[in-house]
């Protein structure tokens, strides 16, 4: 009698899809059309090479995506990285990839470790601001090389470095010089942001290869790990950055690049599968977009082999922004 039942459930089990087929045919509708496919994910944006540490720069009508590369085999658990990568698109869904336009071999003074950088645009020259060891003066270092153009190739701007470990003492770890970011205000006055655990700043001369003024820290960032980026919108200064470890991204705002900045609280959460986050945000034809990298390519991804990933980015009616929702959908191209 078990058994029959069985049978009976496994025949009713059958038919209903026959039953659903039927039920739709004579609506006049299809089982596909009913249940659409679910979107084909954009992100991560890079799938042929792992990418991290993304910045951008948006230059007459297009915008240009640098990355460092994760070179790591599997199932390194390090940072292996040698070079930056460059991508441009115009609707931020294709993206063209150009040739390596920096490497670390190009600052004849650093040892290795192509990390976070940001590239800037002034008087028509690219200035690219770049994390790495220093080969003789031991810790991370800032370096600056420079292009006449946004995808390169560039070259070391000083013939050293910008920023050295023995420059900046308070913090008693060697990697506290790293991740800089950029910002020119609408006076023309270039500031230089960087840091870990310390968040320090400093302002820059107009040639841009050089520091204008002390070394200063801001003090009011709870939980500051790394991964500065400033930017401005109506009238406000954001500072976002990596927030505790596993690392999320928080934010402060300020009505001057100087500060004092006021904590406004968390903009992502943990990036899926990366320990580290680290964003860029810009601003495209008329959208807010928040750039950033998880480590969500299979089987290989994660904190050491990490991927660049592109979501909205919304504000709220005061200025504050609103909490990022990371998707795989990523964005739509831009008309």
């Not at 107009?206 to 801001?218: A, R």
Request: charged content about 20%; overall charge neutral; some cysteine.
């Amino acid at each position: 009698m078990n058994k029959q039942i069985s049978l009976r459930g496994r025949a009713a089990s059958g038919l209903r899809p026959l039953l659903l087929t039927g039920l739709l045919a004579v609506a006049g509708l299809s089982q596909a059309q009913q249940l659409p496919a679910p979107p084909a994910p954009r992100n991560p944006v890079i799938k042929h090479k792992y990418t991290a540490d993304p910045a951008a720069l948006v230059h007459k009508g297009t915008v240009y995506l640098y990355a460092g590369h994760d070179e790591a085999p599997a199932p390194e658990q390090r940072y292996v990285m040698h070079e930056w990568l460059c991508f441009s698109s115009t609707d931020m869904v294709n993206w063209k990839e150009h040739p390596s336009p920096l490497n670390v071999k190009a600052f004849g003074w650093a040892k290795d470790d192509a990390w976070a950088s940001q590239v800037v645009e002034r008087g028509g020259k690219f200035y690219w601001y770049a994390a790495v060891e220093h080969g003789t003066v031991p810790g991370k270092a800032i370096g600056v090389a420079v292009s006449d153009s946004p995808t390169g190739p560039f070259k070391d701007a000083r013939g050293s470095a910008l920023i050295t470990n023995n420059m900046t003492t308070d913090a008693k770890i060697s990697w506290d010089d790293i991740d800089p970011t950029v910002f020119i205000d609408d006076k023309g006055q270039a500031y230089l942001y960087w840091g870990n655990t310390i968040c320090y700043w400093a302002k820059l001369k107009p040639n841009m290869t050089e520091l204008d003024g002390p070394i200063n820290q801001i003090k009011t960032l709870p939980s500051f790990t790394e991964a500065p980026w400033l930017h401005k919108r109506n009238g406000w200064y954001y500072l976002s950055y990596a927030y505790q470890f596993p690392e999320k991204i928080a934010y402060a705002m300020s009505r001057s690049p100087e500060g004092p900045w006021e904590f406004k609280g968390l903009l992502n959460e943990v990036a899926g599968n990366s320990n580290t986050n680290h964003q860029a945000i810009i601003d495209f034809k008329g959208q807010s977009y928040f750039i950033y990298h998880n480590g969500s390519i299979p089987t290989d991804g994660g904190s050491f082999r990490r991927s660049v990933c592109i979501d909205y980015l919304y504000y709220n009616q005061d200025g504050t922004m609103k909490r990022v929702q990371m998707t795989s959908e990523g964005v739509k191209p831009v008309q």
